[in-house]
């Protein structure tokens, strides 16, 4: 699975967001270190701060399943009727959710670069300095 292929993924489950408030649709693609797809789509409420992010759905649906090897994720973000190709970065909280799960040295975040391609970064510049279960032994 190349990235192009794993940001279509992301644009599949962006079909699915659910966001009467924001209007702004997030998908993402979740590959295991198996070779297996979770996805995800942002969940808003009426209360806000209960909304849950694309990225953290996909981990959360992930982990449910016993999933614990990741290799990285698809994300696509844009207004409701404006086609996901520029990037959008995971928010901070889901960046936190990552470290829970991931090696910052190797996990890849996969963007659309806005020319038709894909940019990758790694975990480790998303959250330099970062806090993870290590800091915990
Ligand atoms: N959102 C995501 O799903 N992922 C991100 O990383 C950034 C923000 C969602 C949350 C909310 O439903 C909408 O985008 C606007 O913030």
């Known amino acids: 699975m190349n990235n192009m292929e794993l940001l279509k993924e992301a644009k599949l489950a962006r079909e699915r967001a659910y966001t009467p408030y924001s209007h702004f649709k997030v998908g993402a693609a979740l590959l295991t270190k198996s ?4 996805h995800g789509c942002n969940i808003e409420n009426a209360a806000f701060t209960p909304t849950n ?9 992930a982990v449910y399943e016993g999933e614990r090897d990741f290799d990285r994720i698809a994300v696509v973000g844009a207004p409701e009727g404006v086609e996901a190709d ?15 799960f991931c090696d910052p040295e190797t996990f890849v975040i996969v963007m ?26």
């Open 53 to 61: 992010c694309g990225e953290r759905t996909a981990f959360f649906r």
């Open 35 to 38: 070779g297996k797809i979770y």
């Open 86 to 100: 520029i990037p959008t970065a995971p928010c901070g909280v889901c960046r936190q959710v990552m470290m829970e």
């Open 112 to 137: 659309p670069d806005g020319k038709g391609g894909a940019l990758e970064v790694l975990l480790k510049e998303l959250v330099p300095y970062g806090f993870g279960p290590d800091n915990l032994k």
